[in-house]
Nanobody, 126 residues
Framework: QVQLVESGGGLVQAGGSLRLSCAAS????????MAWFRHAPGKERKFVANISWGGGSTYYTDSVKGRFTISRDNAKNTVYLQMNNLKPEDTAVYYC???????????????????WGKGTLVTVSS
């Protein structure tokens, strides 16, 4: 059974940092793009960042460029999202997702992702 389990969320003040983790199990994710999405109250679930299997390619939504960094450790089947200089508008439930593809540009929309975690809440206070 495929499982993606997020952790690392919490409450942080604006300007602070958090590191999210996503532990994947249940299959070989070596040919999957791994991604982070977020869902803020009253808004649609939106793409945040993704990373290719080898980690050599990454893609970010404009609002997090320069502040967030996605990485993966394939030996541990874990994906990370380092979030720095957090802003109140980053408040959301953050979801880890995986798509069976080698093209990171095809893994940008929620409906194409094959697997999802249950999410972890990030709250940024002003």
């Amino acid at each position: 059974q495929v499982q993606l389990v997020e952790s690392g969320g919490g409450l942080v003040q604006a300007g602070g940092s958090l590191r999210l983790s996503c532990a994947a199990s249940g299959r070989n994710f070596s040919n999957h793009v791994m991604a982070w999405f977020r869902h803020a109250p009253g808004k649609e679930r939106k793409f945040v960042a993704n990373i290719s299997w080898g980690g050599g390619s990454t893609y970010y939504t404009d609002s997090v460029k320069g502040r967030f960094t996605i990485s993966r450790d394939n030996a541990k089947n874990t994906v990370y999202l380092q979030m720095n200089n957090l802003k109140p508008e980053d408040t959301a439930v953050y979801y880890c997702a995986a798509e069976r593809t080698t093209n990171i540009l095809s893994a940008l929309r929620p409906h194409v992702m094959d697997y999802w975690g249950k999410g972890t809440l990030v709250t940024v206070s002003s």
